[in-house]
């Protein structure tokens, strides 16, 4: 990891304006857009490996699914949810560093 980043999780750090996977330093977005040059696999739920007592449609009216979005270079999942498949663009994070 580059000596000026910013961690932000696990998996990302900032450096600059870009937000770049912590294991392999590949470029996945920008302050902006920080999934940008992800992958996204969109999956049922059943295959999210989570304990769901219940089918979903149970609980929730709109079809749902399993959506990960992965670094395009070492497929490490940088985002996991399970969203209704309308919600296209359901990225929950915001990035905002205070400069020093």
């Keep these: 990891m580059n000596h000026n980043a910013v961690r932000l999780d696990d998996n990302l750090c900032l450096v600059t304006d870009e937000v770049r996977c912590v294991h392999c330093d590949t470029r996945v977005?920008?302050?902006?857009?920080?999934?940008?040059?992800?992958?996204?696999?969109?999956?049922?739920?059943?295959?999210?490996?989570?304990?769901?007592?219940?089918?979903?449609?149970?609980?929730?009216?709109?079809?749902?699914?399993?959506?990960?979005?992965?670094?395009?270079t070492c497929l490490t999942a940088l985002l996991t949810e399970v969203v209704a498949i309308a919600d296209a663009g359901s990225r929950s994070k915001r990035i905002e560093v205070n400069e020093p």
């Design 29 to 72: 977005g920008t302050r902006t857009d920080w999934l940008a040059r992800a992958l996204f696999v969109e999956r049922p739920v059943e295959q999210a490996q989570v304990r769901v007592p219940a089918p979903p449609q149970l609980f929730v009216d709109a079809p749902t699914a399993f959506r990960q979005a992965l670094c395009p």
